[in-house]
């Protein structure tokens, strides 16, 4: 009888481990799906949905009530359709091998252990990406008609001269054009690039005033915290994105109305051992000419933007 041989890291290459190793990098670097944004298993390829177009106030329908005496007839109305909105879930993956050498000797777990990082740091990567393109996309746009549009405050990163910047009075202006008649949206969530964020932070270190008026109006930063609430402006968390947010924009949702909602996909053919809501796959073989182990990983899912007020987003201004 021929004893299987089991080669020192052969453990590690187990599709399971692989798998929960990878999610558990993944999962909570989702910043966009962290508690906000609704998560939901679509049946379908396709998905679509309807969005309003304008509030009540605003639709070019809207007919004002009439006073009714006898033999009076009422004020006939209709209103604005929705409009339909549609998205094509896309897969997004990569492959990565692991040479039969990395398996046969132990100093191959290193090689291992980095391969499997940066897979799960490169899928990340892009996900988050593709979040902020479609939120930055799809929710309201920064006009020039409106406050944060018609500012005259610098940039956050101008420290000296005449206008001097000032990133609180910036969120207050964006918390101000959140606010539309005839919709709840208001102000929660401001998402900036981490060179902006960075830039608030120093702007709040320096503040001369007393800890204890900085504490109670503007926030006290936390160097290693990524986010920072600003109590002046409602308790608005600003929050440090790597990617997503163009240096110099700024994207501010409302954490109680998602604007959007992440579909994903399951399929059967390629089940996981760990219950995800990401559309996260993952495949495992051998390369029969090479003997190399091979791992074919990847996301099916799409993003729809249904609120856009309940979201605003400035490419610029910051």
Same mark, same amino acid.
């Given at each position: 009888?021929?004893?299987?041989?089991?080669?020192?890291?052969?453990?590690?290459?187990?599709?399971?481990?692989?798998?929960?190793?990878?999610?558990?990098?993944?999962?909570?670097?989702?910043?966009?799906?962290?508690?906000?944004?609704?998560?939901?298993?679509?049946?379908?390829?396709?998905?679509?949905?309807?969005?309003?177009?304008?509030?009540?106030?605003?639709?070019?329908?809207?007919?004002?009530?009439?006073?009714?005496?006898?033999?009076?007839?009422?004020?006939?109305?209709?209103? +604005?359709?929705?409009?339909?909105?549609? *998205? =094509?879930? #896309?897969?997004?993956?990569?492959?990565?091998?692991?040479?039969? @050498?990395? /398996?046969?000797?132990?100093?191959?777990?290193?090689?291992?252990?980095?391969?499997?990082?940066?897979?799960?740091?490169?899928?990340?990567?892009?996900?988050?990406?593709?979040?902020?393109?479609?939120?930055?996309?799809?929710?309201?746009?920064?006009?020039? +008609?409106?406050?944060?549009?018609?500012? *005259? =405050?610098? #940039?956050?990163?101008?420290?000296?001269?005449?206008?001097?910047? @000032?990133? /609180?009075?910036?969120?207050?202006?964006?918390?101000?054009?959140?606010?539309?008649?005839?919709?709840?949206?208001?102000?929660?969530?401001?998402?900036?690039?981490?060179?902006?964020?960075?830039?608030?932070?120093?702007?709040?270190?320096?503040?001369?005033?007393?800890?204890?008026?900085?504490?109670?109006?503007?926030?006290?930063?936390?160097?290693?915290?990524?986010?920072?609430?600003?109590?002046? /402006?409602?308790?608005?968390?600003?929050?440090?994105?790597?990617?997503?947010?163009?240096?110099?924009?700024?994207?501010?949702?409302?954490?109680?109305?998602?604007?959007?909602?992440?579909?994903?996909?399951?399929?059967?053919?390629?089940?996981?051992?760990?219950?995800?809501?990401?559309?996260?796959?993952?495949?495992?073989?051998?390369?029969?000419?090479?003997?190399?182990?091979?791992?074919?990983?990847?996301?099916?899912?799409?993003?729809?933007?249904?609120?856009?007020?309940?979201?605003?987003?400035?490419?610029?201004?910051?």
């Amino acid at each position: 009888m021929v004893e299987k041989v089991v080669l020192p890291n052969e453990q590690f290459l187990q599709k399971d481990f692989v798998e929960a190793r990878i999610l558990r990098i993944m999962e909570p670097e989702l910043e966009w799906l962290t508690g906000f944004m609704p998560q939901v298993q679509s049946t379908a390829k396709a998905v679509w949905t309807t969005k309003e177009v304008t509030s009540a106030k605003s639709d070019a329908k809207r007919r004002a009530p009439r006073l009714r005496t006898a033999g009076s007839k009422f004020v006939k109305m209709s209103i +604005s359709q929705l409009e339909e909105v549609s *998205t =094509t879930l #896309a897969t997004l993956g990569l492959q990565m091998t692991i040479d039969e @050498d990395a /398996v046969r000797y132990a100093e191959g777990i290193d090689e291992m252990q980095r391969a499997y990082n940066r897979a799960a740091y490169w899928l990340l990567d892009q996900v988050n990406t593709e979040f902020g393109a479609a939120l930055t996309g799809g929710v309201y746009q920064v006009a020039g +008609s409106d406050n944060f549009g018609g500012k *005259t =405050t610098p #940039a956050w990163s101008v420290k000296t001269g005449e206008n001097i910047r @000032d990133p /609180v009075e910036d969120l207050m202006l964006l918390a101000q054009d959140m606010e539309r008649d005839e919709y709840p949206y208001g102000l929660t969530d401001v998402y900036v690039h981490k060179q902006n964020y960075w830039e608030l932070m120093h702007f709040l270190k320096n503040l001369q005033v007393t800890t204890e008026e900085k504490k109670a109006i503007w926030g006290m930063p936390d160097i290693k915290a990524p986010q920072i609430s600003i109590p002046v /402006v409602g308790n608005v968390a600003v929050h440090k994105m790597v990617n997503g947010v163009v240096e110099g924009g700024i994207l501010g949702l409302d954490r109680r109305f998602p604007a959007g909602t992440f579909y994903y996909a399951r399929n059967p053919k390629y089940p996981t051992t760990t219950d995800n809501k990401i559309g996260f796959h993952i495949n495992r073989f051998e390369d029969q000419e090479t003997h190399d182990t091979v791992f074919q990983m990847w996301l099916e899912f799409g993003i729809l933007v249904k609120e856009p007020y309940a979201g605003i987003y400035a490419s610029s201004g910051i």
